[in-house]
């Protein structure tokens, strides 16, 4: 057969898809990784830079970059060529044997050098501050998750800080490796994916973390609330996991006694409390007339433990490394807490209170303090005189809360520690990478606040605790686990897409990606900085409208009216209002000694901040924290952006914070 006969073409073409799925069908019988033969990667017109596949060499290759001439007679016989050979590697994707979720896969991607591929058990537990045994609480009942900080290897990290204290665009920022700037996610209107008219977004394309791991040869899967439920659709699935995830409703609050429904400010709002003790024993129900619901993280949990054990019972040949995302939700409003849990906090008059519960009243951090919409309109708040700028809530029911956060976050330490005994009983333990951390914290009355989204310690820091895979070398102190420690460098959400890969030993995403975080690993190997800037970076939205803020769900939106003495005189979090009629932008950096934070004019026509336009400058000197996590103690109580000595610092941090958002 002549070079310039078709039947070359058609033997080369076909000899070529033999070879390839041969090979990759070798490869993935040999390689951990789960290399498999199909068409991940392909080009296609309309896709952008990211339809490519990283090669070898850790370079990017087009899928095809040669282009073939020939005469017009002979493009019948390349034509029928061309789809002989791709039915031929596509062939296993159509029975099965492929890998293929979103048609902008980019391939297997190859482990890197060293031992591995290691299994990852991520765990988020939302609203989580780090009132935690292992940060220094004393009030705190947390075993399952002090123990997991003080394993051998184990790394906790003392200043951590998310880039949006609010769970959509937080969870979005660290699934996606990118700052809510760029994924344009700062509410609950938009995902990543489409836009609240439904069209598709500026991350309609992008490869999340888990998607990472998908497309890596991972079985990923997600229990709880790991994604902010529907943003994006479906949990993301199956872009970014290998089997439906799987979202259990908590318990809302909302069985009270019918004489409280009088008070409330709106009619046909649900008559929801802002915490409460439930049961999910009925024996017990009927006896202490608690309410009888399930408990939701344990049954995240369940869901957990179920899916690995059947992972476990395939053959070891067909047995991937796993990404697990388990998201636990107790910690998050309305506080529901089981009374199991309850028992750890007898007396909620013996916890402590804020030492500062007062709103600041300087000017500038008026844009800082948020009216208190999103619990002024709980039954139980207004049954105790309500809330307000002037009027913070009465000591004696700060106290209950507390109690009720307190106790959800034994429930949930509780599903912590069954989850780690789970990785035990496998025996995976010794090869699984083990993560927690946090969306973002929780106020618990500091400056007369709660909920989060504002700039400050008390909404910004969480917990975050890395354990590597006891089994990975890297990590280990000639040849020992070294003892649990202490990472006091600054670092940030964001990180966490890059520094969960490098955990389980893969190959660096591609740089195309535009990943704004830094690999945490070679900072955790050599107790040094790794981040390119030695600073967290956070933002929040300010909105005078509350009605339009609030416009979706009636229940908040009541507590516009419930908190009317402070209408047109504070603002609101943006939670429900078009991105282009945002009023303000509140940006913030964090280093080691200093917060620096402003507030600047939203620009609607360019979704950005003018930085020309800018006011409420705090300054924050946290040189004399005396703490892994003290809330009383932490330097953000005094404003000093007007004390002169500070002025050089001030210009500093002023223009790293504003190259960050230029």
């Not at 890197?112 to 780090?130: C, E, K, Y």
């Not at 932008?585 to 200093?594: A, E, K």
Request: charged share 20%; proline share 7%.
């Amino acid at each position: 057969c002549h070079c310039s006969d078709p039947c070359f073409w058609l033997a080369g073409w076909l000899a070529g898809g033999a070879s390839l799925c041969v090979w990759t069908q070798h490869r993935s019988r040999r390689e951990p990784v789960g290399t498999r033969c199909t068409t991940d990667g392909r080009a296609s017109a309309g896709h952008d830079h990211q339809t490519l596949i990283p090669s070898v060499d850790d370079g990017i290759k087009p899928l095809m970059s040669t282009t073939i001439r020939m005469s017009r007679g002979r493009w019948w016989w390349t034509g029928a060529c061309v789809r002989v050979a791709l039915l031929g590697l596509v062939w296993p994707s159509v029975t099965g044997h492929g890998h293929s979720n979103s048609g902008r896969d980019h391939g297997p991607i190859p482990v890197s050098t060293g031992a591995g591929p290691h299994n990852v058990l991520l765990i988020i537990v939302d609203n989580l501050r780090p009132a935690l045994g292992a940060y220094g609480s004393t009030e705190v009942t947390s075993p399952n998750i002090d123990k997991l900080a003080a394993t051998p290897g184990a790394i906790l990290f003392s200043r951590t800080f998310c880039q949006e204290a609010w769970c959509s665009p937080s969870r979005t920022s660290f699934l996606t490796g990118r700052r809510p700037q760029t994924t344009q996610v700062y509410n609950f209107l938009d995902s990543f994916r489409t836009t609240a008219a439904g069209t598709p977004a500026v991350g309609a394309g992008w490869v999340t973390c888990p998607g990472y791991f998908n497309r890596s040869g991972f079985y990923t899967t997600s229990s709880g609330k790991v994604f902010h439920p529907k943003l994006p659709a479906n949990g993301d699935y199956p872009a970014s996991w290998s089997d439906q995830p799987l979202f259990q409703q908590k318990f809302d609050c909302a069985m009270v006694p019918p004489s409280v429904t009088s008070h409330l400010p709106q009619s046909g709002v649900d008559a929801v409390r802002m915490s409460c003790e439930y049961t999910s024993n009925a024996t017990e129900s009927a006896s202490t007339k608690l309410p009888l619901f399930p408990n939701a993280d344990a049954e995240c949990a369940d869901t957990v433990i179920s899916r690995l054990t059947q992972w476990h019972s395939r053959l070891p040949s067909d047995r991937p490394p796993f990404f697990v995302a388990a998201g636990l939700q107790g910690p998050r409003l309305p506080w529901s807490f089981p009374s199991t849990a309850a028992v750890d906090y007898p007396d909620p008059s013996l916890l402590s209170l804020p030492t500062h519960m007062d709103s600041p009243d300087s000017p500038s951090e008026m844009a800082e303090w948020f009216r208190p919409t999103e619990i002024a309109w709980y039954t139980d708040v207004i049954a105790a005189g309500g809330v307000t700028h002037a009027t913070p809530l009465p000591k004696g029911f700060q106290q209950n809360l507390r109690r009720a956060y307190y106790a959800a976050i034994t429930n949930a330490d509780e599903q912590v520690g069954r989850l780690l005994d789970a990785l035990v009983a496998l025996g995976e333990d010794h090869n699984t990478a083990v993560v927690l951390t946090s969306d973002h914290a929780q106020n618990l009355g500091e400056s007369n606040m709660w909920s989060m989204m504002n700039l400050l310690e008390t909404s910004l820091r969480v917990p975050l605790i890395i354990r590597p895979a006891p089994s990975d070398a890297r990590f280990h102190k000639g040849g020992l686990l070294p003892a649990a420690s202490v990472y006091n460098h600054v670092v940030e959400l964001v990180d966490l897409f890059p520094t969960l890969v490098s955990l389980a030993n893969l190959r660096a995403p591609p740089t195309d990606y535009g990943l704004e975080g830094d690999d945490l690993v070679p900072g955790i190997i050599s107790g040094g900085d790794s981040k390119r800037v030695q600073a967290a970076f956070s933002q929040i939205t300010r909105c005078m409208n509350c009605d339009a803020a609030y416009a979706i769900v009636a229940d908040e939106r009541a507590g516009c009216d419930a908190d009317g003495a402070d209408a047109g005189k504070f603002y609101v979090p943006c939670s429900q209002t078009n991105r282009s009629q945002f009023d303000l932008m509140g940006m913030s950096i964090r280093t080691t000694d200093w917060r620096y934070t402003i507030f600047c004019r939203w620009v609607g026509k360019t979704l950005r901040p003018d930085l020309s336009h800018c006011g409420w400058h705090e300054l924050y000197d946290h040189r004399n924290d005396t703490a892994l996590y003290d809330v009383d103690n932490n330097g953000e109580y005094a404003n000093v952006v007007n004390v002169s000595d500070h002025t050089t610092i001030r210009h500093q941090l002023d223009t790293l914070l504003r190259k960050e958002f230029t």
